[in-house]
């Protein structure tokens, strides 16, 4: 009976509190890494998750580990993505799993973030093992923690493992417990195949890598199978598991996580949190709860030079086929030209989008202001949604329109509750709930529209908090608001592409200080340039760039030609981040200013 020795899980953790870290300590001791291969934060695998720090994309290794008892195990560490904008794909890896490391920062204790993954653990039935880490750190509490840990999870904490993942010390203990804890797997062998996939990417030697976790049932390579979302069969040419190399098996059984690949050419052919089955005898019983991921926040992406366009299509078709989050699709604006709408799970996820097509992909944008998408009823009835404020109907056509919310909990200590509460008024909250966790911490819940916290909600959170609250999110419905299209107009002409959606109430306030901002950071030209804001044909705010003889060498004193040089290469760049408009030109930050405009 192979299942008896196998152990799945994952680790749970708030950003920062050492999940990677720890990950690294357990592949040393289980020899996973040698050291020649040993680099700093092996799972987190891109070079820009590496510089952020966080973990995008999740991977998942097979560890052999010999136990205190002298058997050895195949321990499965999923690694789960760590942020907010990726809870679908957290939820799908916590599934694949029996047990759960909870590590918790021992100098911080129990975050936002914390709190949703592991209610989310508890919900899969997972065991749960607490591990608070760097107590190698003067400054760590771990009793107030463990108490913490015990009050507001309710998880027994009284041998609560303490360890430093930076230092290793205590990290084998975890391996123990592991064994110890975590239940092993059941599952019949002969039974139809039923698989859940946790994670999948495009590789561009092996087409679409699938991750699996069996829950009954045998897959074999050469088996014909089945996606059950979408009825497709593929045959398995690639079986295997990451160690972290990847290496082949002929067979996995109950229990079991691996990969496959199936010359998969995209990832909508493999769906995370769909069923993989045969195709001669299928399952009767899926997954439940397979979601397709829907992109909740949106912004315009255009080339810089009209040139451009046809690269910046190849490089957002790239991204897409390792990214089933993000989507796109051709867009023009009479501002900016021919661009793509793109769509992304939330505004983390749209930065990281921005940042590769600009690393990766060398991609000279501009990206529009994000907004979310809209529910519009119009006057004849139909419902529709709309993901670009341009594209609202008129207002004569528009019976009523709803904004996405979302519940937002958020911790904080309770010197800033005040401050949290006022931020979430300001931002038209509805406040739900508001408690202690411990003496000085409290848990406060809020419904928010989505739009105002796409617009700077965390900065401002963590500005007036200094960096001391936590939160997460989710969205949860549609509800009718009296909105308003705010136009913005340069010299007369609206530019579409500053078009936004704003709360009746504010668009005054709101209109003011865009156009405020825009006549800022719009460079001075050799003509008068008028900045307007207008709701419908109501102008509400206007502001006004006197003309101006532009001469940046000016400045510069003498024959000192390299410094002329230099100052007028600079200058070529910058211009490169800009948009002729009419006559007018309007660099990048000018889209973004309306975000900032507050
Ligand atoms: P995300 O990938 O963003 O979710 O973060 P993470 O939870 O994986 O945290 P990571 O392992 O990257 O650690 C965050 C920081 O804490 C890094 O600078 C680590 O070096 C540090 N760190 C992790 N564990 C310990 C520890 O036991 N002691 C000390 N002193 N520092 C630690």
Redesign the pocket.
């Known amino acids: 009976n192979r299942t008896k020795h196998i152990r799945n899980f994952s680790i749970i953790?708030?950003?920062?509190?050492?999940?990677?870290?720890?990950?690294?300590r357990i592949l040393e001791i289980t020899g996973a890494v040698s050291e020649r291969e040993k680099r700093d934060?092996y799972l987190?695998k891109m070079e820009l998750?590496r510089e952020?720090?966080?973990?995008i994309k999740s991977q998942t290794v097979r560890l052999p580990y010999t136990a205190a008892n002298g058997e050895t195990y195949e321990l499965n560490l999923i690694d789960t993505p760590?942020?907010v904008d990726f809870s679908y794909e957290v939820s799908r890896s916590l599934a694949a799993c029996e047990g759960a490391l909870l590590?918790v920062?021992a100098t911080q204790g129990v975050e936002a973030q914390t709190l949703a993954n592991v209610f989310m653990a508890l919900d899969h039935d997972l065991e749960i093992i607490p591990v608070l880490?760097?107590?190698?750190?003067p400054s760590s509490h771990t009793e107030e923690v463990a108490q913490e840990i015990e009050e507001i999870i309710g998880l027994d904490c009284t041998d609560a493992l303490q360890?430093?993942?930076?230092?290793g010390?205590n990290v084998e203990k975890v391996l123990e417990a592991i064994v110890q804890q975590v239940p092993a797997p059941s599952g019949d062998p002969d039974a139809p195949l039923k698989a859940l996939i946790f994670d999948s990417w495009y590789d561009s030697y092996r087409g679409v890598v699938v991750l699996f976790r069996i829950l009954e049932g045998t897959i074999r390579k050469g088996d014909k199978i089945k996606i059950n979302s979408t009825g497709r069969e593929f045959d398995v040419t690639s079986l295997g598991a990451f160690t972290p190399e990847p290496v082949q098996y002929k067979e996995f059984g109950p229990g079991e996580v691996g990969f496959l690949c199936a010359n998969m050419k995209e990832l909508s052919d493999a769906p995370v949190g769909d069923t993989v089955t045969l195709a001669k005898n299928p399952t009767q019983d899926p997954f439940p709860g397979f979601q397709e991921v829907k992109p909740m926040v949106f912004c315009g992406l255009y080339p810089v030079e009209p040139a451009e366009y046809e690269p910046l299509k190849t490089a957002l078709e790239k991204l897409q086929l390792n990214d089933a989050a993000f989507h796109f699709e051709p867009e023009t604006s009479q501002a900016l030209g021919f661009g793509f709408r793109a769509g992304f799970l939330g505004l983390l996820h749209m930065e990281i989008i921005q940042e590769r097509l600009e690393r990766e992909f060398n991609a000279k944008l501009i990206a529009t202001a994000p907004s979310v998408a809209y529910q519009v009823t119009n006057t004849d009835g139909v419902v529709s949604i709309i993901d670009n404020p341009s594209k609202l109907p008129e207002i004569q056509e528009i019976a009523s329109l709803a904004e996405p919310y979302v519940r937002m909990e958020i911790h904080v200590p309770n010197d800033y509750v005040g401050a949290v509460l006022k931020l979430c008024e300001e931002k038209r909250g509805i406040q739900q709930d508001m408690k202690y966790l411990t003496s000085t911490r409290v848990m406060i819940t809020y419904e928010l529209p989505f739009a105002e916290i796409v617009f700077d909600f965390f900065d401002k959170l963590k500005s007036v908090t200094r960096g001391y609250a936590s939160m997460d999110y989710e969205v949860i419905d549609f509800r009718e608001s009296d909105l308003v299209k705010l136009d913005m107009l340069i010299n007369g002409d609206v530019i579409d592409a500053l078009a936004v959606i704003v709360h009746r109430e504010r668009a005054t306030r709101y209109g003011r200080a865009v156009a405020l901002k825009l006549k800022r950071s719009i460079p001075r030209q050799l003509y008068e340039v008028v900045v307007q804001a207008a709701i419908g044909s109501r102008i509400i705010a206007r502001e006004r760039n006197a003309p101006l003889r532009k001469n940046v060498t000016a400045k510069c004193y003498g024959g000192d030609i390299s410094r002329k040089r230099k100052l007028l290469e600079k200058q070529k760049a910058g211009k490169k981040r800009m948009k002729k408009m009419g006559s007018v030109e309007i660099p990048q930050e000018a889209f973004l200013a309306a975000l900032k405009a507050e």
């Open positions: 953790a708030h950003i920062d509190h050492g999940k990677s870290t720890l990950a690294d934060q987190d998750e952020r720090g966080i973990t760590g942020h590590v920062d880490n760097k107590i190698d750190l360890v430093s993942a930076k230092t010390l």
